[in-house]
């Protein structure tokens, strides 16, 4: 199989209940990619396919409820990238949900392009460094919405870690690309790649 690399056209689901902010997002995202628009859990169940390359997924929706999409499209067996994009401050049941990145209302038209070339260049690697990613990904969101007392206190904390440590032992195969990778996991570029 072909390695993506971050430039190329994606196919992205956008689901959101606020018609409106799905189809902002979904304009933004068109400038670059292949995009579909769901404006419900159920509607997005019905759209989301094995072409679907990242899924864009509002937690918070009345009919179905962006955890239980997150739930029906793993059991699927089709395996989207998936980035929570809601309203919700994450707490510490994110720790087993499937999902590989998360992201805090409000976004903007760069974060959601460069979290779609992030999630492409994350599926070049195997499956044991896109875990990795995905624990960091939650570490980090828990530690930017929980203080030390907090986080120390926390069972699910402490698994995350403690995965990620095992995680970051057992990839020396691959540890000089996850260390240059690190970098643009902690930070996007803010006007992406040029394309020289």
């Keep these: 199989m072909q390695k ?22 979904s304009t933004w995202l068109l400038t670059a990619h292949d995009v579909r628009t769901a404006h419900s859990g159920t509607e997005a169940l019905q759209v989301v396919d094995a072409s679907v390359d990242v899924v864009f997924l509002d937690r918070q929706m009345p ?24 309203a919700v401050d994450p707490d ?16 903007s038209r760069e974060d959601l392009l460069d979290t779609v070339s992030e999630m492409l260049v994350r599926t070049t690697y195997d499956d044991q460094v896109q875990e990795y990613f995905a624990v960091a990904s939650k570490k980090a969101t828990l530690e930017t919405q929980k203080n030390t007392a907090q986080l120390e206190a926390n069972d699910e904390y402490r698994t995350v870690s403690e995965r990620l440590e095992e995680l970051r032992e057992t990839a020396d ?24």
Aim: charged share 30%; proline share 5%.
């Design 4 to 25: 993506r690399v971050e430039t190329e056209e994606a196919t992205v689901l956008v689901v959101d209940d606020e018609q409106d902010i799905a189809d902002l997002y």
């Design 63 to 86: 009919d179905m409820s962006g955890d239980e999409v997150l739930d029906t499209i793993a059991e699927r067996g089709i395996d989207p990238a998936v980035v929570m994009v809601t």
């Design 92 to 107: 510490f049941d994110i720790v087993e949900m499937p999902f590989d990145e998360y992201l805090t209302k409000p976004v």
């Design 173 to 196: 195969s691959t540890a000089a690309e996850i260390d240059d990778f690190e970098a643009v996991f902690q930070e996007f570029p803010g006007g992406g790649l040029s394309s020289d």
